[in-house]
C-alpha cells in the first residue's frame, strides 16, 4: 500500500508540474486572445488586396491601348522627320501584340 500511494503521488507530481508549465490563467489567456486579427482585421485586410488586385486589372487592359498610342505616336514623329528632313531615331518599339518596351541600353 505504501509503494501505491508514492506511485501515486509521483504520478500527481508529475501532473502537476506539467499543469504548471502549461495552463494560462483566463486573465493570460484574454491578453493573448488581444493580439490576434479579428474579423475586421481580415475585412480590412481583404479590402485593401481586392483594391490592389483591381489596380492590376485595369492596368493590364489599359496597356494595350497606350501601346497603340504609342505606336500611332511613333509613326506620326517618323512621318513628321522625314518630310522635314530631320533623323529620327525611335525610342520605344512595338512588337508583338502591341506591348511597349525600351530597347537595351549600349554597354559602356
Do not use: C
Request: proline share 3%; glycine share 2%.
Amino acid at each position: 500500500m505504501d509503494q501505491e500511494l508514492k506511485d501515486i503521488n509521483a504520478r500527481l507530481d508529475n501532473l502537476m508540474a506539467f499543469l504548471a508549465e502549461n495552463m494560462v490563467t483566463k486573465q493570460e489567456l484574454d491578453e493573448r486572445l488581444q493580439t490576434l486579427a479579428t474579423k475586421q482585421d481580415f475585412h480590412d485586410l481583404l479590402t485593401s488586396v481586392d483594391g490592389i488586385a483591381k489596380r492590376f486589372k485595369d492596368t493590364d487592359e489599359e496597356l494595350p491601348v497606350v501601346a497603340g498610342w504609342t505606336s500611332r505616336m511613333e509613326e506620326w514623329s517618323q512621318k513628321a522627320a522625314n518630310k522635314i528632313g530631320v533623323e529620327y531615331k525611335a525610342l520605344i518599339y512595338i512588337r508583338r501584340k502591341e506591348q511597349a518596351f525600351l530597347p537595351a541600353l549600349p554597354r559602356s
